[in-house]
Nanobody
Framework: QLQLVESGGGSVQSGGSLRLACVAS????????MGWFRQPPGKEREFVSG????????RYADSVKGRFTISRENAKNTVYLQMTSLKPEDTAIYYC????????????????????WGQGTQVTVSS
């Protein structure tokens, strides 16, 4: 059973940066797609960014394009989310997720497509 563990959350001021990491307990399959989601206080969980394991295709929500960068280090079973120019509206619990199958027609933003989830890490951005 794949387990995902996030780290790197914390409290920063507006304009600051954080780097989140998601470590998988086992090597993920070649077809895997890894995603980052977030859930702001009182709101629904939403897609932030995703990356395919082998080719490294990346996807971003419009709200984070140009500010967040997703990357992977397959040898360490780790996916990163570098967050810069953080805003108060980025405040949320950030979750790592994995889906075992993905292709260019997949709806990578849909929560139900992901079989495995981490416990989340809190990111708080103050103004």
């Amino acid at each position: 059973q794949l387990q995902l563990v996030e780290s790197g959350g914390g409290s920063v001021q507006s304009g600051g940066s954080l780097r989140l990491a998601c470590v998988a307990s086992v090597r993920t399959g070649s077809s895997y797609f890894m995603g980052w989601f977030r859930q702001p206080p009182g709101k629904e969980r939403e897609f932030v960014s995703g990356i395919s394991r082998i080719i490294g295709i990346t996807r971003y929500a419009d709200s984070v394009k140009g500010r967040f960068t997703i990357s992977r280090e397959n040898a360490k079973n780790t996916v990163y989310l570098q967050m810069t120019s953080l805003k108060p509206e980025d405040t949320a619990i950030y979750y790592c997720a994995a889906r075992t199958a993905w292709n260019f027609n997949s709806n990578y933003t849909a929560l139900e497509g992901y079989e495995f989830w981490g416990q989340g890490t809190q990111v708080t951005v103050s103004s």
